[in-house]
């Protein structure tokens, strides 16, 4: 119930093009849902990050959909570009902790051909 | 220095040797993790400090050792380790329920 399942696991897309990564999560109890970005040679960095009370967040390109009655939520970066090629991370966490707690997905790894 | 630091960069070592991880945060948080990366797998947490207290250790095999001597600072001990141990190694850090956590380079390390 602890797991967060990411797809897919790569994704290449043509500079300009949308890339979309999915998770979807069973835990109800979670209740912040961020999104990392990790390039080679660096620890992952936050990207962007949505609480359930809300079904969308746009920063810049990046947006975060959410559903909640799905327990889904999915990354999209429009106009894509080569230097979004990294690895991206979702991530849920919550559940009463001191500290923040964070399940993360397998990672996608995304290639932007310019 | 800025952020979270972590030294060495890169480690190999016998299965019989015994040498440190050190992980440095600059942001004044109060709270400082141990993950473990390894390819094609989630982010597995191994270890939390809270105001130095250890508050989450994940079944971590005891050839693990986790010190946290300070706020700032977070050690990981490793003796005897395994090949299946190899894997880049990743210290975060974060202020009280922020779940914003900020992640160090990582050190990767190979056993050989």
């Known amino acids: 119930q602890q797991q967060v399942k990411q797809s897919p696991q790569s994704l290449i897309v043509q500079k300009g093009g949308i890339s979309i990564i999915n998770c979807a999560y069973e835990?109800?109890?979670?209740?912040?849902f961020p999104w990392y970005q990790q390039f080679p040679g660096k620890g992952p960095a936050l990207l962007i990050a949505?609480?359930?009370?809300?079904s969308e967040k746009k920063e810049g390109r990046f947006t975060i959909s959410f559903n909640k009655s799905a327990k889904q939520f999915s990354l999209h970066i429009m106009d894509s570009q080569p230097g979004d090629s990294a690895t991206y991370f979702c991530a849920a966490s919550g559940g009463g902790t001191s500290y923040g707690k964070l399940t993360f997905g397998q990672g996608t790894i995304l290639t932007v051909h310019p | 220095e800025t952020g979270v630091t972590q030294t060495p960069r890169h480690l190999v070592m016998g299965m019989t040797n015994k040498k440190s991880l050190k992980c440095e945060q600059h942001l004044g948080h109060n709270a400082m993790y141990w993950y473990k990366q390894s390819a094609k797998k989630p982010l597995e947490l191994m270890f939390v400090y809270s105001l130095e207290e250890r508050v989450e250790n994940n079944s971590v095999p005891s050839r693990f050792s986790p010190e946290c001597p300070n706020s700032s600072h977070l050690f990981l001990h490793l003796h005897t380790l395994q090949p299946e141990d190899s894997a880049l190694y990743l210290c975060a850090s974060s202020q009280n329920r922020g779940f914003e956590q900020f992640f160090g380079p990582g050190t990767r390390l190979t056993v050989l």
């Open positions: 835990n109800t109890a979670f209740d912040y």
């Open positions: 949505i609480r359930p009370d809300v």
